[in-house]
Each structure stands twice: as C-alpha cells, then as structure tokens.
C-alpha cells in the first residue's frame, strides 16, 4: 500500500470514528499534555508583581523584597507539614516535606512526588486510622495541588482530582481503606472546593483579560474608524474648492479664444493646453480623493502612468514653456509597476519644480537602465529672463525622497554651481521581479538620444 492510500485509509477511518470515540481521544490527549508531557520541566516560579494596590503602598526597602512574598508562602507550607510529620513521632512523614519545596521549580513533577509520597507513608506508616492519607501527607497533597492549580491551569486541576479519585477509589477497594477514619472522603470534598475556587479564579482572569484585548480592539477601530471619517471630511473639502475652480479653469480656458476676434493660433494652442492641463489634474485629483475616500484603501482600478508615457508628459511640459530634452541609456525593459509609477512620478515632479521655480530655463530628463535597477536624472539651467520664480515649501523634493525610499532606493537633490538645480535617484530593482515582468516592446522613437 502506497504512502498516499494508507492517508486515505487514515483520513477514511478517522471520518468513521463516532463522536464517542473522540471525545474520549481528546480526554487522554489532554491527560498527557497536562500530567505526562513535561513533567519535570524546569518551570521556576517567578517573582511577584510590586505595582499593585497593596504592595506600591509599601516602602521602598520593603517592596524589594515583596516579590518572593509566594516563595515565602510556600516555604511557610513546607515548615508546616514539616512539623505536623514531627508531631507525628514518625521519620517517614519528613518526605512530604520534599514534594511542596519540588513545587517552586518543578509544579507537575512537585504532585506526582506528592502522591507517590502519600503512598510511602499510607503503607509505612502506622496510621491505619488514618488511611490512605497522613496528616503530614493529607496536608503537603493539598498545598501541593492549590499551587499546581494556580500554576497551570483548570484543565490540570481537574486531572488531578480525577487522578485523585481513581487513587482513592483503588487503595480503597484493594486494601479496604474505606474503613472508620478513613481520609479519602475529606481529601475529595476539600481538594475538589479548593480546586473550584482556584479554578474560579483562572476562569475570571482569563475572561478579564479578553475584556481587555477587546476593548483594546475596540479602540483600534474607534481610531480608525475617526480616522476614515478624518479623511473622508478632507476628501471632501479638497473636492468643494480645489475640483471646483480646476472645472472653472478648465471651462475659461475653452472659451477664452472665443472671446477675442481672430486670436493667433499659438493664443489658441496656449488656451488648449490649460484646458488639458486642467482636466487631466482633475482626473487626477479625483483618483486619489477616491482612494483617500477607500476604506480598504485598494489601489484605484484606473491605469497608472509608466514610463511609457513619459513622451506625453514632456511634451506637455514642453507646451507649458520648459524646454526639455531627453535620453534614455540601457536596455529599455518593463520594470514593476510601483517603480515605473515612482519613476514617472519623480520625473513629473521634477519637471513642475523647474517650472515654477527656474522660469525659462531648459532641462535634461535622462533615465537610465542598469542591470540592479533604474537611474534617474534630472537637470535644469538657471532661470531665464525677467520672470520672478515662485516660492516653495519644499513638500515636492519631500514626496520624491520619501517614493525613492519607499523602494529602498537613494536621492540627491541639490543646487549646481551655476545655478541650475538637479535630482538623481536610483531605485533597486531584484533580479527575481525583472525576471518575472514581460519583455518590453520596441523602444520609443528617440529613445538613446536627445528629442
């Protein structure tokens, strides 16, 4: 039988095991995972916590010292079965002492000395009135339980009741221990009290700090829902005022021609461009309102500029006044998607800042690709003729810095000592993303040269 029938075999009779069957599967998975697996592991019990409401009131001196204040506790609990185990005039009862001191360091392993300790002293000692526990045993079994309970956890609490009840029922029913004095009876109504309450108590815990990671929860997406509703206002305000008087550019500027008799062809090609101009950056502005307005903030369905169009942009620009050039270097290939948009983006930026700020100046747009990823260069002369530059915030050389590092890539920006001013960025591109992009087509015209 192959490796994938004995699967389907395996998967075949699991399906057929009945709810039964299982529920006692998971019974004994959880007996081992609680009582054999890891019993003796190292677990040592940590200090207590000094920020409560009792113990911050304390001194400075004192609350040092009020993290053993359990380590005190047990060892007081050891001190006590240690001198019941002496009252009784017996050495063997000295043993139970072991299995409460076990349990700072070892709380599993700590019950099961404690139970294989009760049967030592139930058969050597002479306590047959007080069988199948001693009191110096009665009294180390249970502390040794609460505290394993208060370690771990419900589900081991009530293994070791059960595991307790099965002990008693059998030294019971073989050795008769269900006789006058016998301890059984008080041990199963007392340890399962104590465990109840330990219980209690985890139970509360555990449902206290679910409360809190979910009002945690809830306020995470109180913010986030303030925050939507942040954007969403802004969104807003952006599309009233900025969309408003883009659409009023937009119209002006196909009327203007209309307005004046026999206007020139380049007043008329001038007016066009405004118009486009304007539409297109309220396309724009209306595809990131879009996103900004996204709850799940996905990526707008529309097309994102690439490199590909970068002949339209500078052709814009050069419409706008800027006379520009280009050269491309390298084998031109498809690059993913967020370095092409980057790239484009930084380019455009760029453009728009010789612009405003070198009137009449010319630029160099050169794009360069290397075998580790893309090169960027752009250049402009200092400006021209009469025309004032506009001031700026610098929030454009800020929007290129912070694409180029998003991509991990580097930027310089600076001003050159003629005046001109120039940024370059190089933005890595692994090996695995070129490999999985498609070929790119045939170069654009002008591509390896000036246009």
């Known amino acids: 039988m192959t490796k994938t029938q004995t699967t389907a075999a395996k998967a075949a009779t699991g399906k057929a095991r009945s709810p039964e069957f299982r529920l006692a599967d998971g019974l004994l998975k959880g007996l081992r995972q609680d009582l054999f697996h890891d019993a003796f592991a190292y677990r040592p019990l940590p200090r207590m916590a000094t920020d409560g409401p009792v113990t911050r009131r304390l001194p400075e ?13 047990i060892a007081g609990c050891a001190l006590f079965a240690l001198m019941i185990g002496m009252a009784n005039g017996t050495g063997i009862d000295l043993i139970t002492v072991a299995p409460v001191l076990l349990v700072l360091v070892r709380p599993v392993a700590a019950w099961w000395l404690a139970l294989g300790a009760t049967a030592v002293t139930g058969m050597l000692g002479s306590y047959y009135s007080d069988w ?15 505290i394993v309970a208060i370690r771990t956890g419900p589900r081991t609490a009530a293994w070791m009741w059960v595991v307790t009840l099965v002990y ?40 206290r700090k679910e409360v809190e990671v979910q009002l945690s929860v809830n306020a995470v997406e109180r913010s986030r829902r303030t925050l939507l509703e942040e954007r969403t206002t802004i969104a807003r305000e952006l599309h009233d005022v900025v969309a408003h008087h883009m659409s009023v550019v937009a119209i002006q500027a196909e009327a203007a021609p209309y307005r004046v008799e026999n206007p020139p062809p380049e007043l008329e090609q001038a007016f066009a461009t405004i118009r486009e101009n304007a539409v297109s950056a309220l396309t724009e502005l209306r595809r990131v309102l879009g ?39 390298g084998a031109v290939r498809a690059l993913p998607q967020g370095v092409e948009l980057s790239a484009y983006r930084i380019i455009q930026e760029a453009l728009s800042n ?47 810095r912070e694409r180029v590092s998003m991509l991990n890539g580097e930027m310089t920006a600076r001003l050159l000592a003629d005046g001109g001013y120039e940024v370059a960025a190089f933005i890595p591109v692994a090996a695995q993303d070129e490999d999985e992009d498609e070929p790119a087509g045939p170069a654009p015209s002008g591509d390896g040269a000036a246009s």
């Open 168 to 207: 008693s029922l059998f030294v019971g029913g073989l050795l008769g221990g269900y006789g006058y004095g016998s301890t059984s009876g008080p041990m199963l109504f007392l340890s399962a009290l104590i465990l109840l309450t330990v219980s209690a108590v985890h139970i509360r815990r555990d449902a």
């Open 61 to 73: 001196a004192i609350r040092e010292y009020a993290g053993w204040f359990p380590h005190a506790v």
């Open 132 to 146: 199948p526990w001693t009191p110096s045993a009665f009294a180390s079994y249970l502390v040794v339980m609460t």
């Open 354 to 400: 010789a612009l405003r700020h070198a009137p009449g100046a010319t630029a160099t747009v050169e794009v360069s690709y290397v075998l580790g990823g893309l090169g960027l260069r752009i250049v402009n002369t200092p400006p021209q003729g009469l025309v004032k530059p506009s001031p700026g915030a610098g929030h454009g050389i800020t929007g290129m």
């Open 291 to 329: 996103v900004v307005r996204a709850e799940d903030y996905d990526a707008p369905d529309a097309p994102q500029p690439t490199l590909a169009d970068l002949e339209g942009l500078l052709s814009n620009v050069r419409e706008a006044g800027l006379t520009v050039e280009k050269a491309v270097t």
